[in-house]
């Protein structure tokens, strides 16, 4: 089995936030996470795929295809976007980064393992000090 | 003269908008940057002082009265905030990293400055690819 | 399962020397590392958790808390200041990273698993060349 | 069981290329990486390695005798050159980074196993956006 | 004046290495960066123009603009690309980061200064560990 | 004018201290940084040289000769070693990253300008939130 990652990037806003409570309790429990008028961070994306050596030696994956796939199924819905309000595979979730990741997951799974491969880890970086791992 | 630099960091929603300007209109210009329900950045700050080397041979500025400078006029206001909404110096300002760079060089330029060393350079960047610096 | 990782960081001086070898010894075996008058490192450190994802849909474990816990029990130890000399968990052990790992796992375990997380691994970098990772 | 990674570093030019196909076939399938001419990258190679905490409470395994194997055996054969033309092990296969972890897996493997680790993870850095695992 | 900096990557391959002199005389000099089957970097490339603030407000230059341009004139040309053989703004000149800054300098300053901006610096980041600025 | 920059690395102890006070003064003035048992750091260090292109058109000072200066003249001095304590240039001095530059500056200057360039920048990072500029 060989690992392949490829890194992407994407910034987006987004609250943390339940809409059964109150902007009181949201701001209790959640912070200046929660705070109404939105922040925002540059969420770094590591997708890794895993894959048997082919017998010709070639790559496991062609990168530009596993590439296409993240832009098309994930870049191109969060980069430059509201999670909570723009991103269809975030709707009435927490838009938090677990839950994010585990989102993402499920976009890129079936997509990604049409081409001979598994899909391994989905990991997102928040800001430099936090990160998310999910390995499904 | 010695420069020292502190960085710090801060994550803040924003949307480049000119309120004059309709919605199409900012959107042709500023493009997925205009998204109407904002994006995000984790924004990095790197503040640059200048000073002369003291007779008794220590440091120029003290680094933690550097630091609480720039926590309390700069960072506390931004960070997990909306740039357009919440911060009192960008009011009536497009939130671009050029006027958060002069708007920060003259929140912090007279707090600093009453601490014997000369303000030399704002820098800041909007993403690994992009950044601003101001000079005064 | 979802994995959480949280990154801090500590600036602390440490010599690799085992007190039943002579100063010669020491410096055959662990060379410049064992320099009698100390040496230090900006040591990084990431923990990382892991939890199943609430029903609730909300975060695995609230990272102020994990950040709290890793700065009462780790960082306010090591940070400024001498491994060998300043630090209880570390008495009587070889400063080495590998030790310092297993030692911060001993710490950390027991009042992270309080909130319903397990921890799953303590990796260090020394320098930007060298880590540790310890999984207990 | 303790995991002890070494970083080490190398720049070398390669090209993809399948010698039983046309230039024109390792265009298409390989694209820009297929330039006749070469090109080249700095290449960022993490080793891994495991073991027992020793009794004596040391290190797992001395870092200067992993950066010795390293470099004789990896660094000092694909630093500043050609990895298709001048690097004996990488003779007759293509030099994806996927062949090129498996052979430097090979390589390293016995000699580092005569220290009384085992050797865990191989990871090639190509560029800031992909790289690829190999654990044997 | 506002100084904006875009950071953009190619990797390459290339030689040290004068014509008029033997491969004997090439590697006394240059040594292993003079190989004959070629070597190759990561290059890293900041291009920084400065400008007066607007009084609209708005950005000193369009940095969309400013990517087009660098991308156009310099990547296309050298990502990918053997420095020595394919790119027509290196040709007969010795491939040192020396002379690629001052030719992309050459090959940026008249397209970039038709937006009303100077044309301050480029950076080239050879290896983590060395890099050259060039100010016209 | 073309500047050139080289990076290397050391790991050092301090204790920021004056002897003419005692450890209560000194605490109270520097803090967590006048640890009586030491603290350390990661160091980085940059050294800029500026030097005209020459005339046939290759480097404007050899790296290796730049790398060989930095390394006799600082980096064994302070590498793995106490700044207070071991190192000749810094004696009687407060191990200030503003006096380290400057000492640095002083050791480097002569031996380097021997070489057809001039010294123009010492840097030197003590944390990842704060570094020290010198241009003389």
């Known amino acids: 089995m060989i690992y392949i990652t490829r890194r992407e990037r994407f910034s987006a806003a987004h609250r943390m936030f339940r ?9 209790e429990v959640f ?20 894959g048997e050596q082919p017998e010709n030696n070639s790559f496991v994956m062609n ?10 199924k ?9 999670i909570n309000l723009d991103v269809s595979f975030m709707k009435d979730k927490i838009s938090s980064t677990e839950n994010l990741a585990v989102a993402i997951w499920d976009e890129l799974k079936p997509e990604i393992e049409k081409n001979g491969v598994l899909l391994h ?16």
């Not at 809409?19 to 701001?27: A, G, H, K, M, Y």
């Not at 880890?121 to 499904?136: D, H, L, M």
């Open 19 to 27: 809409q059964d409570w109150s902007d009181e309790r949201n701001l």
């Open 63 to 72: 990168l530009n295809i596993l590439k296409t796939i993240i832009n098309e």
């Open 121 to 136: 880890c989905v990991k997102i970086e928040e800001t430099e000090n936090n990160f998310i791992e999910y390995y499904g």
């Open 74 to 82: 994930v870049i191109e819905k969060l980069d430059h976007r509201n």
């Open 31 to 50: 912070g200046k996470c929660s705070n109404p008028n939105w922040h925002g961070h540059n969420y770094i994306l590591w997708v890794t795929v895993k």
